[in-house]
């Protein structure tokens, strides 16, 4: 079974600074890892995720984040916020043992406060 | 596309009645996803289908709790007899093969259970 944790539960942030929300996860096969965020009354959206490859991954709305193996994490980067972005950030892992997809397994969210 | 589509986004009942969520997944998506969201356990896996074959049930909290797949187009999650402690936002997700689990939310159905 894997796990994640979200060290943050809220982060409050001044507009145009920058912001790194924090995500760790457990899992003793390889993950997927993702990020979502939800608006107030909405559903989650995908921002960005990590298949394979490269451990830089770039999402949108200008956010990126990068997968550490050695550390299990898995830490998400805005160089300079906007007051749109408040909202929720989840952290989100997934196992993919070629039989199939699998359920995703959700960090508790982060809520992003951002400070005019 | 449309995106998944839930249906109803607010619903309020009494306990002991019957409540039933609906699903529409994105056309061509094989996987159908139910999560709930409460603030004291966060965002937790249902029940998921492939091919709208029930392959993981362990989430459900009970036998209260039933979900179907009729068609490759629509999901029902039904709770019967509702309880207070039901009370969430229903999220239903479609992943398509293939894609390594990237998943498609809907909107929520923000359930109330009085």
């Known amino acids: 079974a894997q796990s994640v944790t979200q060290l943050d539960s809220q982060v409050p942030v001044f507009e145009e600074a920058p912001v790194e929300l924090r995500c760790n996860y457990s899992s003793s096969v390889s993950v997927y890892l993702f990020w979502y965020v939800q608006y107030p009354n909405q559903g989650l959206q995908l921002l960005l995720k990590?298949?394979?490859?490269?451990?830089l991954v770039k999402g949108i709305n200008g956010f990126e984040a990068e997968f550490n193996k050695s550390q299990t994490s898995f830490h998400l980067r805005k160089p300079s916020v906007h007051i749109s972005d408040t909202a929720e950030y989840f952290c989100a892992v997934s196992t993919y043992s070629g039989g199939g997809a699998d359920g995703l397994t959700f960090g508790k969210g982060t809520h992003l406060i951002i400070q005019p | 596309d449309a995106g998944v589509i839930q249906s109803p986004r607010h619903e309020v009942t009494e306990m002991g009645q019957e409540v039933t969520l609906r699903c529409k997944p994105i056309s061509g998506h094989d996987y159908l996803f139910w999560y709930r969201q409460t603030m004291m356990r966060g965002l937790e896996l249902l029940i998921y289908f492939n091919n709208n074959v029930p392959i993981d049930d362990s989430g459900m909290p009970e036998d209260r709790f039933s979900a179907k797949m009729p068609n490759a187009s629509f999901s029902t999650l039904k709770i019967q007899p509702s309880e207070p402690r039901d009370s969430a936002v229903y999220f239903c997700?479609?992943?398509?093969?293939?894609?390594?689990?990237?998943?498609?939310f809907g909107a929520g159905t923000r359930l109330s259970v009085l």
């Open positions: 990590y298949l394979s490859g490269s451990t």
């Open positions: 997700a479609s992943s398509p093969e293939g894609t390594k689990n990237i998943q498609y």
